[in-house]
C-alpha cells in the first residue's frame, strides 16, 4: 500500500501537469479545428476539420485545396489585367441643336507686301531677309517687280543708319497684308460681317487673322449653326495679292506657294498654321464641310495625357500653345530675344538676331539638333478637333468681273490670279465623342474578386473581415495566456492533503468549450472572462 506521503506526491505532480495543460489550452483559446468547423463561413472547411471518416474528410481537403488554387490563380489574374490599366473606347455621334462654331485663322502665304517695305526697312532688314547682299545689290532682281528695283536704287546708304533696336512687331505687321486688302467680301448666314468679327493674330506666317476668337469670358460670344449646309456657314471672297508677294530667305516663306492658309482650331487656342491647316488657292471655289470632335482621355495611369499643363501665356492648354511656349523659350535662351509672334515680355529680336540666331536655332530645334531642349508637350486629355473635307470648283472670272465693277476695276486675269473664294460649313448638326474608359475599375476589380471568391470558396468580403478577426483574436489570445502563465505560478502542496471527489469533465474539450461560449448568442459574443 502506497503511504500517505507517495499519495500526496503523486496528486502534487497531477495539480502540476493539469495546471501546465491548462496553460497550454490558453495559448491555443482559439482553437483553430474548432473555428473551421463551427464559425468559418467558408465552404467545405466544416467538412474538412468536423466529423467524419478520414477518407471523406481527406476528399473535402483536396476539393478545399484546388479551390482554394484556383480561386488564387483567377486572384492573381484578375490584379494583373487591373494594374496593365487598359482602356477601351467608346465612340457616340450626339446630335445638337446648336454648333459652336471654330475658330478660323488665315493668313496669306506671303509675309511681307512689297509696295509696304520702306527705304528704310530696306537697310534695315534687307540684308537679313536675302533681298540683298553686303555691297547692298539686289540679289534676284528677275524675282521683284520694276517699282520695288527702283525703289531699291533710290536707298541712300550712308544717310540711313541702321538701328539695332529695329521694330521687327511694327514691321511685321505693317508689311503683312491688310484684312480691307485681304478680305473682299466676308458672309456670315449670308449677312455681312462686321469688323470685330476679325483679330489681329501674328504667326510664323506673318500678320493673320482670326474669325470668332477667344478673348475673355466676358467679352466672347461664340458664332453658332442652327442649320447645317453652306447657307448657314461662313463665306470669304480673298485676294492674295500676288502682285505684292517678296521673295526672301525667311524661314516662314513659302516663295513657290501663292494662296491662303487656313487653320480651324477652338477658339481658346492659338493657331500653329505653318505646320497644320489647308490651303486655298486662287481661281477656285473651296467647299469646306467640317465635323465636330471631342476625345477625352483618362489620365495617368491609363494614358500620358495632360490634365492640367504648365503654361505661362495662354489661358487653356493645348498641344499648340505648348509647342508656341516651348519654341518661345529656346529662342530666349540662345538668342536672348523673342520673334514677334512669340508670347511674353522678353525683347523682340532684332533683324541680325532673328535671321542669324532665333531662325537657325528653332530649325535645330525641330530637327533634333538640340537634344537638351526637346519639346515634351503631350496631348491634353480634353481634345476637340475640327476635321475638314474639301471640294473646289473652278471659279467664273467674267461673273467676278461684274460682281465688283462698282467698287474694284479687277480684270479677268487678275481674278484668276488673285481670287479665291471659300465656303465653311457643318456637314451635319452632331458631333463625335470619343471617350477613353477604363477596362477595369476598382469597382470592377472587387466585384471580379469576389465573383471568385463566392463561386471557388463560398466567401464574401464579411468572410475575409471573419479571418483577419480569427487571425487577430489568435495574436491577442497568445499574448495573454504567456503573461497568465508568468503572472501564475503553481504552488507545492504541503501538509495534510484532502482529496476531493473527480468531475467528469472534459478537459480535452475545454478549449473548444470556452471557444464556443465566446461567440454564443447569450453573452452578445464578448468573453465575460476579459470584462
Known amino acids: 500500500m502506497p503511504t500517505m506521503a507517495e499519495i500526496a506526491s503523486e496528486i502534487t505532480s497531477k495539480m502540476d501537469a493539469d495546471i501546465e495543460e491548462n496553460a497550454r489550452r490558453r495559448q491555443k483559446r482559439f482553437y483553430f479545428p474548432t473555428w473551421a468547423s463551427e464559425v468559418s463561413d467558408i465552404h467545405g472547411m466544416k467538412h474538412v476539420m468536423g466529423r467524419g471518416s478520414i477518407f471523406r474528410r481527406f476528399v473535402w481537403l483536396v476539393i478545399l485545396l484546388g479551390s482554394t488554387s484556383v480561386f488564387g490563380i483567377q486572384s492573381i489574374h484578375t490584379l494583373q489585367n487591373y494594374l496593365k490599366f487598359n482602356h477601351v473606347t467608346k465612340l457616340d455621334i450626339l446630335f445638337e441643336p446648336k454648333l459652336d462654331m471654330p475658330a478660323l485663322t488665315m493668313c496669306n502665304l506671303n509675309k511681307y507686301r512689297s509696295s509696304a517695305i520702306t527705304l528704310e526697312d530696306i537697310v534695315h532688314v534687307g540684308f537679313s531677309l536675302g533681298i540683298v547682299d553686303e555691297n547692298h545689290t539686289l540679289l534676284y532682281p528677275h524675282l521683284y517687280t520694276d517699282e520695288f528695283v527702283e525703289k531699291l536704287e533710290a536707298v541712300d546708304w550712308d544717310t540711313i543708319e541702321e538701328d539695332e533696336n529695329y521694330n521687327m512687331t511694327d514691321f511685321t505687321i505693317r508689311t503683312g497684308h491688310q484684312l480691307k486688302d485681304l478680305i ?82 477652338r477658339p481658346t487656342e492659338p493657331p500653329y498654321i505653318k505646320e497644320l491647316g489647308f490651303a486655298v488657292a486662287p481661281g477656285l471655289h473651296t467647299f469646306v464641310q467640317m465635323r465636330h470632335e471631342k476625345i477625352t482621355s483618362e489620365p495617368y495611369p491609363y494614358t500620358d495625357c495632360e490634365e492640367e499643363g504648365d503654361i505661362e501665356h495662354f489661358d487653356h492648354y493645348s498641344l499648340q500653345a505648348c509647342r508656341i511656349e516651348c519654341e518661345t523659350k529656346i529662342v530666349e535662351k540662345y538668342c536672348g530675344c523673342r520673334l514677334p509672334e512669340q508670347p511674353g515680355n522678353a525683347n523682340v529680336c532684332n533683324p541680325p538676331e532673328t535671321h542669324e540666331c532665333a531662325h537657325i536655332k528653332l530649325v535645330e530645334a525641330i530637327e533634333g539638333l538640340l537634344p537638351n531642349e526637346e519639346c515634351n508637350c503631350r496631348s491634353p486629355c480634353d481634345v476637340e478637333n475640327y476635321h475638314s473635307s474639301l471640294s473646289t470648283s473652278r471659279l467664273r472670272a467674267g461673273f467676278l468681273k461684274q460682281l465688283f465693277k462698282d467698287s474694284h476695276n479687277r480684270t479677268e486675269e487678275y481674278i484668276r490670279q488673285n481670287i479665291a473664294v471659300v465656303t465653311i460649313y457643318y456637314e451635319a448638326l452632331n458631333y463625335e465623342e470619343i471617350d477613353q474608359i477604363p477596362e477595369m475599375s476598382f469597382t470592377m476589380l472587387l466585384a471580379n474578386m469576389g465573383g471568385n471568391m463566392g463561386l471557388f470558396l463560398g466567401g464574401s468580403l464579411l468572410t475575409v473581415i471573419q479571418i483577419l478577426e480569427y487571425f487577430f483574436d489568435e495574436t491577442v489570445g497568445c499574448f495573454k495566456s504567456e503573461r497568465e502563465v508568468t503572472e501564475k505560478k503553481p504552488t507545492t502542496v504541503s501538509g495534510p492533503v484532502v482529496i476531493a471527489p473527480a468531475n467528469n469533465r472534459d478537459t480535452t474539450n475545454g478549449a473548444r468549450d470556452e471557444y464556443k461560449n465566446r461567440w454564443s448568442f447569450d453573452n452578445g459574443g464578448v468573453d465575460s472572462g476579459n470584462m
Open 184 to 265: 473682299q467680301s466676308c458672309q456670315w448666314k449670308e449677312e455681312e460681317c462686321v469688323e470685330d468679327d476679325f483679330v489681329l493674330s501674328l504667326t510664323h506666317l506673318g500678320a493673320c487673322y482670326t474669325f470668332n476668337k477667344y478673348i475673355d469670358a466676358d467679352g466672347f460670344s461664340s458664332h453658332n449653326a442652327t442649320i447645317a449646309g453652306a447657307a448657314n456657314g461662313l463665306q470669304l471672297i480673298l485676294d492674295i495679292e500676288e502682285i505684292e508677294y517678296t521673295p526672301t530667305n525667311d524661314l516662314d516663306a513659302g516663295a513657290m506657294d501663292a494662296g491662303v492658309k487656313i487653320m480651324l482650331h
